[in-house]
């Protein structure tokens, strides 16, 4: 069985932080996901889905993605339900994200413009263990594997895997 979800979207607001009583953490947001075709009348459509991350991942969701930001997930769906003040069943359908790809930096802005590039992926385990990786927006060009601007780079033919 496998049950395994890849979105890529823009959030349709901030994330929300909150913690469980035992201290956990836990982050909700909305991914606004473009549907592949348009409407009858010429319009683009999207889906609204709801995203939940946990731990870790959850405070490094809140301090770095923010409304409009263009962001993949990658998760598993999951179903809930439950009984509320009425007395009326309800079901919730939302995605679990193990991993969470930020792919505009900061100084995009969430404009939507041209091209997207990858800044840091975070990630976590299935039930939210606090693997996460990759920086932050703070990186220096010291770090930047590129910023040598197209010169040269010595690479032994014994480092290559093929």
Do not use: H
């Not at 606004?32 to 459509?45: H, K, L, Y």
């Not at 975070?122 to 220096?140: I, L, V």
């Amino acid at each position: 069985m496998l049950n395994r979800v890849i979105l890529i979207g823009r959030l349709t607001r901030d994330p929300e932080l909150r913690y469980t009583p035992a201290g956990v953490a836990v982050t909700q947001f909305t991914l606004a996901v473009d549907r592949p075709f348009t409407s009858q009348g010429g319009e683009r459509e999207a889906d609204f889905i709801p995203v939940v991350t946990w731990r870790q991942l959850a405070e490094t969701c809140a301090n770095y993605l923010r409304k409009g930001r263009l962001t993949a997930v990658e998760g598993r769906i999951q179903v809930r339900n439950y009984e509320n003040n009425e007395g009326k069943r309800v079901y919730v359908t939302e995605v679990i994200a193990d991993n969470v790809r930020f792919l505009e930096s900061n100084r995009d802005g969430g404009s939507g413009g041209g091209g997207a590039r990858e800044e840091a992926p975070f990630s976590g385990g299935n039930s939210g263990g606090g693997n996460s990786r990759g920086g932050g927006s703070s990186r220096s060009n010291q770090n930047d594997p590129f910023s040598d601007d197209g010169k040269p780079i010595d690479i032994s033919d014994d480092d290559l895997p093929f």
